[in-house]
C-alpha cells in the first residue's frame, strides 16, 4: 500500500476540512468553486485511501498542521486526544 503526499491545495483544503469548514466555506475561503472543493476532497481521501472527513481531520491532526493558536484551548491538566491511523504513519512528509 502507497500512500502519497498532497499538493498545497489538497493540504488546504484538508486543514479547512479538520476545522470542520463545509464545502462552501471552503470555497468561499479559497476563492474557487464548491464542485472544485469536492473534487479536491475526493483527491484527499484517494490518496490517504480513506473514506470520510472525519479521517480527513485524524490525519491533519496527525500530521502537525493545525497550528496551536488555532486549536482549541485546554487546560494543562487535560491531555489532547490521541489518534492512530497505522497507514499514516508510512507517509513521509
Keep these: ?31 474557487i468553486s464548491r464542485r472544485r472543493v469536492g473534487e479536491l476532497i475526493f483527491n484527499i481521501k484517494e490518496k490517504w485511501e480513506i473514506t470520510s472527513r472525519v479521517e480527513i481531520g485524524i490525519g491533519v491532526y496527525y500530521f502537525g498542521w493545525l497550528h496551536a493558536q ?18 499514516f504513519k508510512e507517509v513521509q512528509i
Design 1 to 31: 500500500m502507497e500512500i502519497k503526499q498532497l499538493s498545497n491545495r489538497e493540504r488546504e483544503v484538508a486543514v479547512l476540512v479538520a476545522k470542520g469548514k463545509k464545502d462552501v466555506e471552503i470555497a468561499k475561503l479559497l476563492f
Design 70 to 87: 488555532e486549536e482549541r484551548s485546554m487546560d494543562q491538566n487535560s491531555r489532547p486526544p490521541f489518534y492512530t491511523i497505522s497507514h
